[in-house]
């Protein structure tokens, strides 16, 4: 059971070690001169919510990406998709 312990705690050390390398690299890349304006929105985005963009890197049990909320929506939108069709097809019928 220590060794488990001892593999965990080294391991653990290890993911936080390069959670925070990616974090940087990710600061380095908002931090670079952009010329598209998409390129800068998204950049903007990174230096204006900093604070909120990397509790992953802090706690490991926070996940990186958004899929399990994107999973959780996936079938209430392909219903209203199936439903009711694409937006603008229903509002230039209604016209």
Not at 26 to 35: H, M
Not at 58 to 64: M, N, T
Request: aromatic fraction near 8%.
């Amino acid at each position: 059971m220590a060794f488990f312990k001892r593999i965990c705690r080294k391991l653990s050390t290890q993911l936080y070690r390069r959670a925070r390398e990616i974090q940087g690299e990710i600061e380095k890349a908002a931090n670079r001169a952009a010329i598209h304006p998409g390129s800068q929105h998204i950049q903007n985005i990174f230096r204006e919510h900093r604070d909120r963009m990397f509790h992953w890197v802090e706690d490991l049990r926070v996940p990186a990406e958004n899929n399990l909320a994107e999973r959780q929506l996936r079938l209430t939108v392909i219903a209203r998709k199936v439903s009711f069709g694409p937006q603008e097809v229903l509002h230039n019928y209604c016209k």
